[in-house]
């Protein structure tokens, strides 16, 4: 089975500079697709950055950005003068072409003023 | 805008009891999904359903069923909670597959059972 590991339970990061979030999966298929997703405290998740596995270039989403290094397993979240309000639970998940979400157990991310 | 509600954001139960959690979206979305959320375990699917009437069991179904008589909802039922059943459940919706499909998350129930 695919699994998904976030291995920095929490980080810490002082507004405005930046800050890079680990994820690593094990699989064995070519093709998927790679997500993070923000979960502010007491609010709704919500998809931050996608990135399909066929795709060389990073995704990039104004201040996200992510390095997917496909032969290493790994997609890292890169997050560019970090704001109060990024300060949330990440989410790292993996998808096989219609098949389920599998997401990893989450990174805290305080933002310090 | 996408919406998804969940009937509480709260709730305390007692073990036995017959717990209903209702998830409704408004975008016409086909599959709908429900998760609980543990600290340190992130999410783990418990059911997700891909048409009316049609359920598939996720990666944890035991102690729970789910029902999806309307497009638009879908029902995440405890038979007889348990204190380990004690944790945030998020429902989400999303379009039918065609690629990469995002999922839209409601706020979550936490539910307590004492």
């Known amino acids: 089975a695919q699994t998904v590991t976030q291995s920095q339970p929490e980080m810490s990061v002082q507004e405005a500079e930046t800050v890079t979030l680990s994820c690593t999966y094990d699989?064995?298929?070519?093709?998927?697709?790679l997500f993070w997703y923000k979960q502010p405290p007491s609010r709704q998740m919500i998809l931050v950055i996608r990135?399909?596995?066929?795709?060389?270039q990073n995704a990039t989403e104004n201040r996200f950005s992510v390095n997917f290094q496909k032969a290493a397993k790994s997609f890292s979240l890169k997050i560019s003068d970090s704001q109060l309000g990024d300060a949330a639970m990440y989410f790292c998940?993996?998808?096989?072409?219609?098949?389920?979400?599998?997401f990893g157990a989450g990174t805290i991310l305080r933002v310090k003023s | 805008d996408v919406k998804v509600t969940q009937s509480s954001r709260y709730l305390v139960k007692r073990t036995g009891e017959k717990v209903f959690l209702e998830c409704v979206q408004d975008?016409?979305?086909?599959?709908m999904f429900w998760y609980r959320q543990d600290p340190g375990l992130g999410l783990r699917l418990i059911y997700f359903?891909?048409?009316?009437?049609?359920?598939e069991k996720g990666d944890i179904p035991e102690g729970y069923s789910v029902s999806r008589e309307k497009k638009e909802r879908f029902s995440l039922i405890l038979e007889s909670a348990s204190t380990n059943q004690t944790s945030m459940y998020l429902c989400?919706?999303?379009?039918?597959?065609?690629?990469?499909?995002?999922?839209?998350f409601g706020p979550g129930t936490r539910l307590t059972v004492t």
């Open positions: 699989t064995s298929e070519s093709d998927y697709y």
């Open positions: 989400a919706s999303s379009l039918k597959q065609v690629a990469a499909y995002e999922q839209y």
């Open positions: 990135q399909e596995a066929y795709k060389q």
């Open positions: 975008m016409d979305h086909e599959n």
């Open positions: 998940a993996y998808q096989e072409y219609g098949n389920k979400l599998v």
């Open positions: 359903s891909y048409d009316v009437k049609m359920k």
